[in-house]
């Protein structure tokens, strides 16, 4: 397959995606994500792109593997106090206090260039935050969470906190739209 026909393949499935469609939706309580019809729908046209092209990596043709000396973990706010609400059903919409460890990269990213030197990266950051009182360690992403700067702020994480900001009002609008 061509670099022009692949292009053209790419863009007939990014022509039918909507706002929405690359995210895959979770259950907050359960933690399971699950596939709208659309979406696997786009994953099924992609495997077939893939299947296509016969995708294999023989790395003896390489010439140099790179990686990252950057940090895993971005230390910058290490040992911030923060109240934290995890997401799912074991935590009983219960806020606690929890200590921010930094950003942590939650993935490794690769990318090759022409010259066929391989990179591998730090991505996908997300805030680590370890709370005491379960001995365990919640992401940012898996969790409603803010900074404290005085006692006052030590207050609950409430439903209606979650509810009143902005994206999750965004998104709520956007599914009552699709509905």
């Not at 499935?13 to 979406?39: E, S």
Request: glycine share 6%; hydrophobic share 35%.
């Amino acid at each position: 397959m061509t670099e022009k026909k692949l292009q053209q393949e790419v863009n007939k499935i990014r022509k039918g995606m909507r706002f929405l469609d690359d995210m895959v939706h979770v259950d907050y309580k359960t933690g399971k994500g699950h596939l709208t019809k659309k979406q696997t729908s786009i994953a099924q046209k992609l495997f077939k792109l893939l299947r296509v092209l016969g995708w294999t990596v023989n790395f003896n043709n390489y010439k140099e593997l790179r990686y990252s000396t950057a940090e895993i973990i971005d230390k910058r706010k290490c040992g911030t106090l923060v109240k934290v609400r995890p997401c799912g059903d074991k935590y009983k919409n219960q806020t606690y206090l929890g200590i921010l460890l930094g950003d942590l990269a939650l993935s490794i990213r690769h990318t090759v260039d022409k010259k066929g030197i391989v990179t591998a990266e730090h991505s996908h950051y997300n805030p680590a935050i370890f709370i005491p009182a379960l001995k365990d360690i919640v992401y940012g992403c898996g969790s409603w969470w803010s900074e404290i700067e005085n006692e006052e702020q030590l207050k609950q994480i409430t439903n209606n906190d979650i509810d009143n900001v902005w994206y999750v009002k965004a998104l709520k609008k956007q599914i009552q739209k699709q509905s």
